[in-house]
T-cell receptor, first 113, second 115 residues
Framework: DAGVTQSPTHLIKTRGQQVTLRCSPK?????VSWYQQALGQGPQFIFQ???????QRGNFPDRFSGHQFPNYSSELNVNALLLGDSALYLC????????????FGPGTRLTVT | AQKVTQAQTEISVVEKEDVTLDCVYE???????LFWYKQPPSGELVFLIR??????QNEISGRYSWNFQKSTSSFNFTITASQVVDSAVYFC????????????FGKGMKLTVNP
């Protein structure tokens, strides 16, 4: 039974570029949440996708957008990258839009230079 | 607004010592969940425990125990007889509205267990 998978593992981008991160939820899960974890900080909630719609959003600018596909996988897009976007991006999946039983993936380490 | 405070940022102990990680939370919700996660160097968050706001019973799981006190809004985590494998960053987190809202994390506490 595959857990939450994320790709790529690491990514280096230049300021101003755009990036797409991908997440496949754990088998049987239909909800994906994205978190940003800056170095030395706790994860911060970006948004959550359920039934292919954004259900909740944290305090992140519109440069951060996402998508959920019919197979429940999800993408996180960040436009006009800033140095401050350098972080570990974590994806979490659950059955339904709940934190009750949420499984996290290994994350994508994004470095913006 | 919801908030989780982990006042300790880093602790270093010698193997077999007991260590307690403090967590204080703020929420206006009457129903909420509290969590502890472990993050080893690999980066993946590993779920340790979930506790709902109506269940103040302390819990013990092997060398791990948790003390939930609503009166002081605290949810502390104790590792007994620490081991080198316990070295990681530990996060306390809160979810409001009975678990339907996002997780709000503390800043984490880095535990180093030396042999």
């Amino acid at each position: 039974d595959a857990g939450v998978t994320q790709s790529p593992t690491h990514l280096i981008k230049t300021r101003g570029q755009q990036v797409t991160l991908r997440c496949s939820p754990k088998s049987g899960h239909d909800t994906v949440s994205w978190y940003q974890q800056a170095l030395g900080q706790g994860p911060q909630f970006i948004f959550q996708y359920y039934e292919e719609e954004e259900r909740q959003r944290g305090n992140f600018p519109d440069r951060f957008s996402g998508h959920q596909f019919p197979n429940y996988s999800s993408e996180l897009n960040v436009n006009a990258l800033l140095l401050g976007d350098s972080a570990l991006y974590l994806c979490a999946s659950s059955f339904g839009p709940t934190t009750y039983e949420q499984y996290f993936g290994p994350g994508t380490r994004l470095t913006v230079t | 607004a919801q908030k989780v405070t982990q006042a300790q940022t880093e602790i270093s102990v010698v193997e077999k010592e007991d260590v307690t990680l403090d967590c204080v939370y703020e929420t206006r919700d009457t129903t909420y969940y509290l969590f502890w996660y472990k993050q080893p160097p690999s980066g993946e968050l590993v779920f340790l425990i979930r506790r709902n706001s109506f269940d103040e019973q302390n819990e013990i799981s092997g060398r791990y125990s948790w003390n939930f006190q609503k009166s002081t809004s605290s949810f502390n985590f104790t590792i007994t007889a620490s081991q080198v494998v316990d070295s990681a960053v530990y996060f306390c987190a809160l979810s409001g509205q009975g678990g339907s809202e996002k997780l709000v994390f503390g800043k984490g506490m880095k535990l180093t267990v030396n042999p």
